[in-house]
């Protein structure tokens, strides 16, 4: 039997490799003859160079950057063997993994170091620079990376303004140009929200940031400045980028790549087409895909959709392995699931310190969850 398993990571607790590999280890316990095709995922998030590098190759070049709060971070970016393409991930500079609890401050935190990692592959030669946008703690329009692409929010004064979202409340003009060398920019994302009102970034996302309603409203209205600034400013920017879809993505730093000239795309539909994914799964029996908390969202153009949709459309039987199942049958199999197993159920439930367990101890759950798996499918 040949079997694909290509989970997203378990955010907080475990990346994608070692998702698919403790799955593996379980199936290979009761099913060593079978083919395991490992193929770890990202649409975008933490943990994007890693599946990229491991699928593409290239160069991995360190590079210096800053967090969110402007303290030292270890960045790098995955050039391609050609030069011509650049592969970032935002959540090296702007992640929310990088603030403690208590650090969490939509209105203060800055993306000014993705706009390092953006300059540091343009000074490399890249032709296309593809940004991985995911598990950011930021929510300024990508104004700290355009800072630090050359061009800077000015308040009325003519004085440029504080880094954060809440800054921007002040913004009355952005001043220079810039300095891409003509690279086209290209925003991985998992989400399509605009950046402004309802369905954007600061009402969406915000709160899981450490916003709460008050900023929120501050920081939607500092946003909707913003983008106006930049559509009377920056020369190629689109109209109407509040509410382009997509600009909502890491705390509207889609909306700073669209104000670039840039353009968003599928993550999930990026990385599968450079790894070859659709080829691999014209060629298995079934399919083993995940991620942390299977719920509503992840229909909604993350990894486990696109992975369904496509086994679907093959006739292959596809199987999501979560943390937490919150999804309903009905809406998870129209869009592909066979079926979903859960590591908090494996582990007794809610009730009985299922949840703690699943965080604690989730590489042994995923084995055991593998084991079982391969007992059910294995022919």
Not at 106 to 125: D, H
Not at 342 to 366: C, I, K, T
């Amino acid at each position: 039997m040949r079997v694909l398993l290509c989970p997203d990571k378990f955010a907080g607790t475990l990346p994608a490799p070692q998702v698919a590999d403790a799955v593996a280890a379980g199936w290979r316990e009761v099913a060593p003859d079978d083919d395991l095709l490992v193929r770890p995922l990202s649409d975008g998030g933490p943990g994007f160079l890693d599946v990229l590098s491991d699928a593409l190759g290239g160069r991995r070049i360190p590079v210096p950057t800053v967090d969110p709060l402007g303290r030292p971070a270890a960045g790098e970016i995955l050039l391609t063997d050609d030069g011509a393409t650049a592969w970032l991930e935002s959540a090296q500079a702007c992640g929310l993994h990088l603030l403690d609890a208590g650090e969490r401050d939509p209105k203060t935190t800055s993306s000014y170091g993705l706009g390092v990692l953006v300059a540091a592959a343009v000074e490399a030669g890249a032709r296309t620079v593809v940004i991985g946008l995911g598990g950011s703690g930021t929510n300024d329009g990508g104004a700290g990376m355009l800072t630090a692409l050359g061009v800077t929010p000015l308040d009325d004064g003519g004085r440029a303004l504080p880094y954060g979202g809440a800054a921007l409340a002040a913004v009355h003009a952005v001043d220079g140009a810039p300095r891409l060398r003509d690279a086209r920019l290209v925003a991985a994302t998992d989400v399509d929200n605009p950046l402004l009102g309802l369905h954007g970034a600061s009402s969406v996302f915000g709160p899981q940031k450490g916003a709460d309603r008050a900023d929120v409203l501050l920081l939607d209205a500092a946003l909707e400045r913003f983008a106006a600034v930049l559509e009377r400013d920056l020369p190629g920017c689109p109209e109407r980028l509040g509410a382009l879809p997509g600009g909502g993505a890491a705390g509207g730093l889609g909306a700073a790549v669209l104000a670039l000239g840039g353009h968003c795309e599928s993550g999930i539909g990026l990385v599968t087409r450079a790894i070859g994914l659709d080829t691999t799964l014209d060629a298995v029996d079934l399919v083993i895909t995940g991620e942390g908390s299977f719920d509503h969202q992840s229909l909604r153009g993350k990894v486990v959709a696109g992975v369904a949709g496509a086994a679907r459309d093959r006739g292959v039987p596809c199987v999501v392995v979560a943390g937490r199942v919150s999804t309903g049958r009905r809406e998870a199999g129209a869009a592909g699931v066979t079926d979903a197993y859960s590591l908090v159920d494996h582990f007794g439930g809610e009730e009985r310190g299922g949840l703690a367990a699943a965080m604690q101890r989730p590489a042994e759950g995923l084995r055991a969850l593998g084991t079982r798996l391969a007992r059910q499918w294995s022919r």
